[in-house]
């Protein structure tokens, strides 16, 4: 019982502390990740290889495109 308390909290840990392509992937599919019913990086779990890819990818863009100008 206790190994079981030690592996939850380990998963809440992780879906409370998502990465950069987990929370795009929130927000990009947030009615699927709504559904699911599990936490932030249990839905990155499910994605496709294609989908989490997807989002590593435009991670890197946006973290190496220009600020807007104002």
């Known amino acids: 019982m206790i190994a079981m308390n030690e592996i939850e909290r380990k998963r809440a ?27 932030s990086m249990d839905f990155w779990d499910k994605l496709t290889e294609q989908e989490k890819n997807s989002c590593r ?12 100008e104002k």
């Open 13 to 39: 840990r992780r879906n409370l502390n998502p990465h950069k392509p987990a929370l795009l992937a929130m927000w990009l599919w947030g009615k699927r990740y709504a559904a699911q019913g599990g936490g």
């Open 57 to 68: 990818e435009c991670v890197i863009r946006v973290a190496k495109a220009p600020e807007e």
